[in-house]
Nanobody, 124 residues
Framework: QVQLVESGGGLVQAGGSLRLSCAAS????????MGWFRQAPGKEREFVAG?????????YYADSVKDRFTISRDDAKNTVYLQMNSLNHEDTAVYYC????????????????WGQGTQVTVSS
């Protein structure tokens, strides 16, 4: 099982940027698909972005973040990133990193490992 720890959250003004990091331990990330999810108060946890393991390639985004967020991975550092630009109030949530073997999906139930989450708050 891979252990995941998110960092990089915080308070940012609308229009600003943040970069979240997800550091993995216990297993090499190279054969894992990685996803970012978020959960706002009173709402379901939702898919934000995903990236396949390097043997397949490909990134996927929720429509609400497309063209503003970028997911990337550095398998040498066992770390996945989420660059978030043009943030708005609707992006306020706890952001979670998740892992599953091989191919990315958008279903949270398909992921086997989760981090503890990092809070992102966007002030208007």
């Amino acid at each position: 099982q891979v252990q995941l720890v998110e960092s990089g959250g915080g308070l940012v003004q609308a229009g600003g940027s943040l970069r979240l990091s997800c550091a993995a331990s216990g297993r090499a990330l190279s054969t894992y698909a990685m996803g970012w999810f978020r959960q706002a108060p009173g709402k379901e946890r939702e898919f934000v972005a995903g990236i396949n393991w390097n043997g397949v390639g490909g990134t996927y985004y929720a429509d609400s973040v497309k063209d503003r967020f970028t997911i990337s991975r550095d398998d040498a550092k066992n770390t996945v990133y989420l660059q978030m630009n043009s943030l708005n109030h609707e992006d306020t949530a706890v952001y979670y990193c998740a892992a599953r073997r091989r191919v990315i999906t958008t279903e949270k139930g398909d992921f086997t490992s989760w981090g503890q989450g990092t809070q992102v708050t966007v002030s208007s």
